[in-house]
């Protein structure tokens, strides 16, 4: 059964540091991993979507990168901003007849000025 | 364009009650989606719909109904609230159901049932 955790659940961190939000799943059998950003009170922004055939995705100060075999993606920002405080979600599909999209709980950051 | 829109944002339902939570999309998008979301639970999905006419059953399904008369509206029903129905409810659309292309999510609707 797929599962997915996100660490650490939550990271505070002065303004201008470049940080890495971890995701880990325990089927590699996926299809893709999305990456979401959650403000409060809002719904969910999809940041990044990353095929299983990809390494790695970027835009602008964001930067995903997958490796199936170990599991693992990670969130790379770039010069963290206040703005970029809320919390961050990954989600994997997974490949095969179920295909199901399977979410972890996230990440929630916050960037002190 | 405005989205994937939910309509009301916050409710206050009494046991037993009944009510529709609303959302529409100008994306033209097939594949809609309900989900809950709880603290410590992560997202949920209640139902979702490859097309105007077909919906399916996600991982919670009891205690709700859903429709898929257009393109463009899904609603959720709620026929008996419970309080184990007090949650925040999200609609999301994509493009393609292969997950070739991202979800997009409505503002939520925050449900409480007392």
């Known amino acids: 059964k797929q599962e997915v955790t996100q660490i650490p659940a939550a990271l505070s961190v002065p303004e201008g540091e470049n940080l890495v939000l971890n995701c880990s799943f325990t089927d590699s059998a996926i299809y893709n991993l999305q990456w979401f950003r959650q403000d409060p009170g809002k719904g969910l922004t999809s940041l990044l979507l990353?095929?299983?055939s990809q390494r790695e995705q970027t835009s602008g100060r964001l930067n995903a990168s997958l490796d199936k075999s170990s599991g693992r993606s990670t969130l790379y920002i770039a010069a963290s901003q206040p703005g970029d405080s809320a919390t961050y979600l990954c989600?994997?599909?997974?490949?095969?007849?179920?295909?199901?999209?399977?979410w972890g709980l996230g990440t929630s950051l916050a960037v002190n000025p | 364009n405005a989205g994937v829109t939910q309509t009301p944002k916050f409710r206050i339902l009494k046991i037993g009650q009944s009510m529709t939570l609303q959302c529409t999309q100008d994306m033209n998008h097939n594949y809609m989606y309900w989900y809950r979301q709880d603290p410590g639970m992560g997202l949920k999905l209640i139902y979702y719909?490859?097309?105007?006419?077909?919906?399916d059953k996600g991982e919670v399904p009891n205690g709700y109904n859903v429709s898929r008369s257009t393109t463009e509206d899904f609603p959720l029903r709620l026929e008996l609230a419970a309080p184990s129905q007090t949650s925040v409810y999200f609609c999301a659309s994509s493009g393609s159901g292969t997950g070739a292309s991202p979800l997009h999510f409505g503002n939520g609707t925050r449900l409480t049932v007392t």
């Open positions: 989600a994997v599909l997974n490949a095969g007849n179920n295909r199901k999209l399977i």
């Open positions: 990353i095929q299983s």
């Open positions: 719909s490859v097309g105007a006419g077909i919906t």
